[in-house]
């Protein structure tokens, strides 16, 4: 998925003529002398600092901030921002928009349903924090209308469905129909998976939206035309040393298999867990599902995934060489975990990169990993992938060990807690 | 190589290469190996197709082989670069 940052999507939905608050970003570089008020506002004006990350319930977290329009106080709030954005790992910027005075906050979004494979129109006329627990009785109270991609969303269909949510003006009815057909241009010429807008609140000189969100599906940004491709990349959040990206690159032009890589967040995992975690580690599997299993079993003995990793449907050597290359180029992993199901796939192919890799990383000491590392092979071609560590040396240190067809992931797991304790 | 990277072959190392381990397991070579040897030295077994149309399958076999067995003259590399801060 391919996330555009909050200012993004504005100027997006400005172009289609739905109010959005006046604004500008503010980045970091460079502003040594503060931040400067902003000019198409009056002096002094309460204004909103909305950091512009890809992170929920920005407000609960601390990254939205109100302020006045004066220098000094602007430029502290900001300072604070920056601030939290780096402690989250990420890098950003901030917008400065004016605050809107409103009465009524409604939700609007389009969203690709999965079961019917169709766009969904979900709308709520209450909007903004916590959406789920504000409608009658407490509950989430959203109007859906599934929309015919073919026949496209309906004026008409819409004045029902804003009437049956309790929209009694049609000054009303009609705004917010023009404001959905609008969001649903932007859904189609997108080529979003999700479009949200929240809160779409109502203000004496109309509709504004305060928030928005857009999620574009990643295999179809090549039906993009070149200016929104630009837009997306400047959007791409950046994150540590970009190793997601660096690993998507793997697989961008080689259909041979797949790798799927993806960081976790350690920050979070540390705030939510604390001493219970023994160790990052460094992972691997063969297969999503046994990946999901054995990232459980290790959780449960106190080893955190750095990461997740699938290299499956038989991806070549040199796919899992480079992949394993990063997996290990990351910080804070004290061990190394790799996993297969019971795999139809080549694994001395598998086996081959990896011992590149550790043979290039380890060359000090002719590929044996210096931390504790299991290798759990099974499936095709497993007994030539054992002997391959075997005849590489790979196994010659006491924190590695490898396993074959008679682990499970749970025996893994334990055997893997036994490595930290010898160490 | 399909992939994007490169595979060198210092072929003076291999005139000393008694071994000739990069065959070894060239895992196409029951139906259509990329490897051949050819007056004592590795040489591509076809001309007639090149090796980045995905013809090799890129099983790192060759370099490896090589390294254990042979006189490590082969290198197979990728342009990225990759950050080295792990725990070593």
Known sequence: MVYLNEHQIKKIIFRKGIRVPRGAVLREKGRKQGFAPLKKLPWSEAVVLKAQVPVSSRLKKGLVLFSRNLKPELSQKCQLLFKRIKQLGLGGELLLEEKIAHHKEHYLALVSDPVTKNPLFLYSSHGGVDIEKKGSGGALDLEKLTIDPWVGLQAKALGSLFSRAGVRDGGKILELTRISLMTYEIYRTWQCHFVELNPLVETEKGFYVLDAKMEIDEDATSRLNPGMK???????????????????EIDRHDYRGT?????????????????????????????????????????????????????????TASKIYRVTKIILSQDEIGGYFFITCLSSQQLDHTARGIIKAFKEIYWKTHGVPTIPTLFLFRGAWDEEAHRLFQEHGILKGSQTVL????????????????????? | MFSGGTITIEREKCLTCESHACVRNCVSST??????????????????????????????????????????????????????????
């Open chain 1, 259 to 315: 790798v799927h890589f993806l960081q976790m967040d350690t920050k979070s995992v540390r705030s939510a867990y604390g001493k219970k975690i023994r160790a990052f580690v460094g992972f691997n599997a063969v297969g999503t599902g046994v990946g999901l299993t054995a990232m459980d079993e290790l959780v449960r003995n106190g080893f955190f995934p750095r990461n997740f990793c699938d290299t499956s449907g038989n991806p």
């Open chain 1, 403 to 423: 396993l074959g067809r008679e682990s499970t992931e749970q025996g893994a797991a334990k055997k893997f807690a036994e490595l930290f304790k010898n160490g």
């Open chain 1, 230 to 248: 630009r837009m997306l990349s400047a959007g791409k959040p950046k994150n540590g040393h970009g190793l997601e990206e660096k690993a998507g």
């Open chain 2, 31 to 88: 139906l259509d190996p990329v490897l051949k040897i050819e007056k004592g030295l590795p040489a591509l077994a076809r001309t007639d197709v090149k090796p980045e149309s995905g013809w090799c399958v890129e099983c790192l076999a060759c370099e490896l082989d090589c390294q254990l067995l042979g006189n490590q003259a082969i290198r197979i590399r990728w342009p990225e670069k990759i950050p080295a801060q792990g725990k070593r």
